[in-house]
T-cell receptor, first 112, second 113 residues
Framework: GAGVSQSPRYKVAKRGQDVALRCDPI?????LFWYQQALGQGPEFLTY????????KSGLPSDRFFAERPEGSVSTLKIQRTQQEDSAVYLC??????????FGSGTRLTVV | QQQVKQSPQSLIVQKGGISIINCAYE??????FPWYQQFPGKGPALLIAIRPDVSEKKEGRFTISFNKSAKQFSLHIMDSQPGDSATYFC????????????FGSGTQLTVLP
């Protein structure tokens, strides 16, 4: 597609539930990033893939967060045993070579 | 640790006025400074970016001013329009970080008609 597609757009999870967030990057984009954006704040880096390799996961807040990109295109961010503090917008971005990111519209996760 | 500090938090400008948003950074390794515009329910979109080898970059109504010695950079929006009403984020990255972005906390701009 022409842009970065994320699904679902909205997700409500009960505390303790596992969730999976999907990102379809722009075709051919090598780099893929996940960011977390809390309400009224700037996005914060979570993790980075170059093709299928996860080269940096230093921003993942806990071992409940896991990301994968098995074939170098679609990526999934999984959050296990969700907590209220996980409520945020999760943004995916892709780029050809690290500059000029294109962001998706995000998935708004609400943990109740 | 907040490495990019942004001000003001909110800004109200009359149509036709100049909007100015300021950012300061700490990490001297940063070598790429973009500004992003975000509308409600959308992801950030790249507006304009600068590298530290120039002091100013202009694209249409948008200008970035960069002061390397002060570790500060700013966005000027000339002839502000109601359609410019959005949240603006400054950001920074460096080559050793795979170009991950460190964002400021954002400025909510409202341009009154």
């Amino acid at each position: 597609g022409a842009g970065v597609s994320q699904s679902p757009r909205y997700k409500v999870a009960k505390r303790g539930q596992d969730v999976a967030l999907r990102c379809d990057p722009i075709s051919g984009h090598v780099s893929l990033f996940w960011y977390q954006q809390a309400l009224g704040q700037g996005p914060e880096f979570l993790t980075y893939f170059q093709n299928e390799a996860q080269l940096d996961k230093s921003g993942l807040p806990s071992d409940r967060f896991f990301a994968e990109r098995p074939e170098g295109s679609v990526s999934t961010l999984k959050i296990q045993r969700t907590q209220q503090e996980d409520s945020a917008v999760y943004l995916c971005a892709s780029s050809l070579q690290g500059y000029g990111y294109t962001f998706g519209s995000g998935t708004r996760l609400t943990v109740v | 640790q907040q490495q990019v500090k942004q001000s003001p938090q909110s800004l109200i400008v009359q149509k036709g006025g100049i909007s100015i948003i300021n950012c300061a950074y700490e990490n001297t390794a940063f070598d790429y400074f973009p500004w992003y515009q975000q509308f409600p329910g959308k992801g950030p979109a790249l507006l304009i970016a600068i590298r530290p080898d120039v002091s100013e970059k202009k694209e249409g109504r948008f200008t970035i001013s960069f002061n390397k010695s002060a570790k500060q950079f700013s966005l000027h929006i000339m002839d502000s329009q109601p359609g410019d009403s959005a949240t603006y984020f400054c950001a920074a990255s460096y080559s050793g970080s795979a170009r991950q972005l460190t964002f400021g906390s954002g400025t909510q701009l409202t341009v009154l008609p």
